[in-house]
């Protein structure tokens, strides 16, 4: 189905209090709940779930199997690789009475590789890049890369992704070529 320039597969269900604006794509079996803002020509892969009031910037991507969870704000550029999963509760359990929502922000640039898991109450910097599978338990510095189970800095990258071959038990020394 095409609204101006908005496309929703005939599959998807987009709630009819979803902020969707120009040139979104929500493709096919993905849930977009009340509330959720969905930026210029951002892309909702296959088969994701967009809970109510989450926010998502300009022209991201969100590839096929995304759990995005009440708490979460998505930036501006931001990547989500397939079956990526942020957690919106600290202490999970089938009867909690008393649960609080943790936000969760992730930062404009921001990359997320496949099969990733972001727990909640962290900010994920400035285009920083998270590896497939990495479990992120804590704050991400802006243009980290991260990986690994807790996920532990590596190197840096700069706006492009391209490592920078950083000594990463002191700051990055190559602060004039993060923005290329």
């Given at each position: 189905m095409l609204n101006g320039t908005i496309y929703i597969h005939t599959t998807a269900e987009v709630s009819e209090d979803a902020n969707l604006s120009d040139g979104v794509k929500v493709w096919n079996w993905s849930k977009v709940r009340e509330g959720a803002q969905l930026g210029t020509d951002?892309?909702?892969?296959?088969?994701?779930?967009?809970?109510?009031?989450?926010?998502?910037?300009?022209h991201c991507k969100i590839q096929n199997g995304v759990s995005l969870y009440?708490?979460?704000?998505?930036?501006?550029?931001?990547f989500i690789g397939p079956n990526a999963t942020f957690t919106n509760d600290l202490v999970p359990r089938a009867h909690n009475t008393d649960w609080k929502v943790t936000s969760t922000i992730v930062s404009d640039g921001a990359s997320i590789g496949a099969?990733?898991?972001?727990?909640?109450?962290?900010?994920?910097?400035?285009?920083?890049?998270v590896a497939a599978g990495a479990i992120v338990t804590k704050d991400v510095p802006d243009n980290a890369l991260v990986?690994?189970?807790?996920?532990?800095?590596?190197?840096?990258?700069?706006?492009?992704?391209?490592?920078?071959?950083?000594?990463?038990?002191?700051?990055?020394?190559?602060?004039?070529?993060?923005?290329k």
């Open positions: 951002s892309i909702v892969g296959q088969c994701c779930y967009i809970d109510f009031d989450i926010t998502i910037g300009d009440h708490g979460l704000t998505v930036g501006n550029d931001v099969n990733a898991t972001i727990v909640c109450g962290v900010t994920l910097g400035k285009n920083c890049m990986m690994g189970s807790p996920a532990k800095i590596i190197d840096y990258v700069n706006k492009s992704g391209e490592r920078l071959h950083c000594d990463v038990t002191s700051p990055c020394p190559h602060q004039d070529i993060l923005e």
